[in-house]
């Protein structure tokens, strides 16, 4: 028989958590963010779930390609524009949308002659300082797209830096609204972070972002003042979720996941394959890191750093066993990590060869959110979902 580990997607939780996008921002239109193969999720697989969207997101032109092959018609978005000027053709050819963050790109755009073959999104780098023009750049970079005549509509964009942090989006905001000043265009601002911070279930009292508007950034609190900016204008006419959909939290924290209702679109489930009963003192695993205090019930469960397991998940990261929390104990091997069985037992449950155990996800009514598992092992759930190995075979529910 096959090595007893099974991923699972779940398309009604994507379809659910894309209904719960919407209502954060519900005068707004939705990209529904599938790069990295749509988180880990498999693009084919969350295409289906996630066409009630507006259009999708994505950096590769081969999976602009898949979604176009699977039928999709509308908007698709390549969130780092194109990497050479040989991609616009393939851009008009699949009539897709492309950021520009560079004047590269610029160069390559005004040297085409398709009449409005090309939508943009602009992108401004408000902090960020990984793409986008300057504050100072922007405007002339819109200017020269207007130059173009291959350029139609131009959406304006940034990507907040800390939105999931207490810094917050307020300077950036600030900074994006000085720079645009009145230019024409939709926006397009809040990723998956920003969207859980200013939508419509996290509103303030008053109905309005509390926004700090100071001259630049060495201006000290005394020099701050604040003033009102309507929740719309933050939330803009784009916005673009992300990890929201696939149940994860930009945070990390598995209460922002409980408080919007999100639900894990990925599961990873194995079981148990052997067993150990070891005695006060004896160590578990590579290194012997772990030492019992007493005697054990030690489960061997078949996942290891090779199906994407995090390698760092430290003893006492929780893992589910016959619908029992429990933790693993010792170090993550390649295609095993070793777990306490013995809160299992207590709980009246087998804990034997060949009783489940739930990595993350749920499965049988009990819930494990990824973000647990990878706030214990350093990381965020991003990566988890992102690095969920070919090995494993994935079943849709």
Known sequence: MPRPIQATIHPDALTHNLARARLAAPQAKVWAVVKANAYGHGIERAFAALRAADGFALLDLAEAEALRALGWGGPILLLEGCFGADDLQLCERLNLWHVVHDAAQLNWLAARRKPRAHRVYLKMNTGMNRLGFTPTQYRAAWERLQQCPAVGEVTHMTHFATADGSQGTADAFGLFERAMGDLP?????????????????????????????????????????????????????????????????????????????????????????????????????????????????????????????????????????????????????????????????????????????????????????????????????????????????????
């Not at 204008?233 to 929201?244: E, F, K, N, Q």
């Not at 004896?282 to 390698?311: E, H, K, L, N, W």
């Not at 009246?348 to 060869?353: F, K, L, S």
């Open 185 to 397: 265009g939709e926006r397009s601002l809040c990723n998956s972070a920003a969207l859980l911070r200013h939508g419509r279930g996290h509103r303030p009292a008053d109905g309005a972002l509390k926004l700090a508007a100071h001259a630049s950034h060495s201006a000290t609190p005394a020099q701050t003042t604040v003033h009102e900016a309507p929740q719309a204008a933050i939330l803009g006419d784009w916005v673009r979720p992300g990890i929201m959909l696939y149940g994860g939290s930009p945070t990390g924290l598995a209460s922002d996941v409980k408080a919007w209702d999100l639900r894990p679109a990925m599961s990873l489930v194995t079981r148990i394959v052997g067993v150990q009963q070891i005695p006060a003192g004896a160590s578990v695993g590579y290194g012997a890191v772990f030492t019992s205090r007493q005697p054990m019930r030690i489960g061997v469960a078949a996942v290891g750093y090779a199906d994407g397991y995090p390698r760092h998940a430290p003893t006492g990261t929780p893992i589910v066993v016959d619908g029992i929390r429990t933790r693993i104990v010792g170090r993550v091997s390649m295609d095993m990590v070793t777990v306490d069985l013995d809160p299992v037992r207590a709980a009246g449950r087998a804990a034997d060869v060949g009783s489940a155990v739930l990595c993350w996800g749920r499965h049988s009514g009990i819930e494990l959110p990824i973000d647990e598992v990878a706030t214990a092992a350093g990381t965020l759930g991003y990566e988890l979902m992102c690095a969920l190995a070919l090995r494993v075979p994935v079943q849709v529910e």
